[in-house]
């Protein structure tokens, strides 16, 4: 079963847009991590938030993290026809030593130039 | 050369045969997984390894196996190969701690006919 699930399904916006991705999970989380898919490719990972952080940035990219809710966001802002791509969100469930990754759907971004 | 490097990049096989996926990796970690995707389901674990002698099963284990041949080799067996293991496969690796992601390998596309 599907442990994080990634909202929207897909999104289109417009070169220079910013974009906002999704994720719900259900079960108290290690951490969580934002991963990048181009089309075919493998996965790229791209950030990585604790479960006592609640933001995190890297270069265009934001992530924040509410236990509480079990939700996490990625914003990237003044998108690129570049990252065009799937994300996936993964949570890391494990305690010290096991470290396995459980991921998500994908939300499909598309960025128009 | 890639960090994590995947064989055959695309294989065509025909039902009730053996195959094997190979990976290898450069990164010196002790920990590699393999993945399958499917289009709508995201990634699911099928085998991982936290170092050679220790192997465990993942979420859909089940037609598959694995081999740890050394600490960068990690192959994936499909002993009677199915149709409905038609999918993307990919292998990825990581350190001990939870500081950093996985990396992937590109993949390896597996088409049962």
């Known amino acids: 079963s599907q442990q994080g699930e990634e909202d929207p399904q897909a999104l289109s916006i417009q070169e220079g847009e910013n974009a906002t991705m999704n994720c719900s999970y259900k079960t108290s989380i290690n951490n969580l991590q934002w991963y990048r898919q181009n089309s075919g490719r493998g996965l790229v990972h791209l950030i990585l938030i604790r479960s006592n952080e609640r933001e995190k940035h890297s270069g265009r990219l934001r992530v924040t993290l509410d236990t509480s809710k079990k939700s996490s966001s990625l914003l990237i802002t003044a998108s690129r026809a570049a990252d065009t791509a799937s994300y996936f969100c993964?949570?890391?469930?494990?305690?010290?030593?096991?470290?396995?990754?459980?991921f998500g759907k994908g939300t499909k971004l598309s960025v128009i130039p | 050369d890639a960090d994590v490097t995947q064989t055959p990049r695309n294989r065509i096989t025909k039902t009730g045969k053996r195959i094997m996926l190979e990976c290898s990796q450069t990164?010196?970690?002790?920990?590699m997984y393999w993945y399958r995707q499917d289009p709508g389901l995201g990634l699911r674990l099928i085998y991982y390894?936290?170092?050679?002698?220790?192997?465990n099963k993942g979420e859909i284990s089940d037609g598959y196996s694995v081999s740890r041949q050394a600490q960068a080799k990690f192959s994936l067996s499909l002993e009677s190969a199915i149709p409905n293991q038609t999918a993307l496969y990919f292998c990825?690796?990581?350190?001990?701690?939870?500081?950093?992601?996985?990396?992937f390998g590109s993949g390896t596309r597996l088409t049962v006919v």
């Open positions: 993964a949570t890391d469930l494990s305690g010290a030593g096991s470290y396995q990754l459980t």
């Open positions: 390894s936290f170092d050679v002698k220790d192997i």
């Open positions: 990164k010196g970690h002790d920990r």
């Open positions: 990825a690796t990581s350190d001990s701690g939870t500081r950093y992601g996985y990396t």
